[in-house]
């Protein structure tokens, strides 16, 4: 009588097989981590933005004089300022909420005079036309981020 092949697999090829699997697993376990650290990221990124986009926001509303008097800085003799939230008076509302959302952070405030075309650059009291540039600085992982929104006014 004629026996038949018993069929299976062996040991290697089960072990082999095993090995496969957990290689492929633990790449795609990588994967998922790298991913949360994007998503945290970008989370924190909009954050950072929402707090720019709420400070410029609030400034449109002022007049010229207002932009630059609300600070303490006299604009008869300045044709550029920047405030700093961890230091200003004032702009520690905006600190308290950028305490709340991100780690180690704070913003400035840059309020810049424009010149007319061909023009000198006139001071803050005189100006047409300002940029306010919003900067806000986190830490994040162990290294630092920012990020500037700005607008001109006329």
Same mark, same amino acid.
């Given at each position: ?34 991913? =949360?650290?994007?998503? &945290?990221?970008?989370? !924190?990124?909009? @954050?950072? #933005?929402?707090?720019?986009? +709420?400070?410029? $926001? ?30 200003? =008076?004032?702009?520690? &509302?905006?600190?308290? !909420?950028?305490? @709340?959302? #991100?780690?180690?952070?704070? +913003?400035?405030? $840059? ?44």
């Amino acid at each position: 009588m004629i026996r038949q092949r018993e069929q299976g697999f062996s040991l290697v090829e089960v072990i082999l097989a095993l090995g496969i699997l957990a290689g492929v697993l633990i790449s795609i376990a990588g994967l998922f981590i790298m991913g =949360s650290k994007q998503v &945290k990221s970008g989370r !924190t990124s909009t @954050e950072a #933005l929402s707090v720019a986009r +709420a400070v410029l $926001e609030e400034m449109d509303g002022w007049g010229f004089r207002q932009t630059y008097q609300l600070f303490g800085i006299d604009g008869t003799a300045s044709t550029t300022a920047t405030i700093d939230t961890r230091t200003d =008076s004032f702009s520690a &509302k905006w600190q308290s !909420t950028l305490d @709340e959302k #991100l780690f180690d952070s704070h +913003a400035e405030i $840059e309020i810049t005079s424009l010149a007319p075309p061909g023009g000198s650059l006139p001071t803050l009291d005189t100006t047409k036309a300002i940029r306010v540039v919003v900067t806000v600085f986190w830490n994040e992982g162990g290294r630092s981020r920012e990020v500037r929104l700005g607008t001109v006014r006329m």
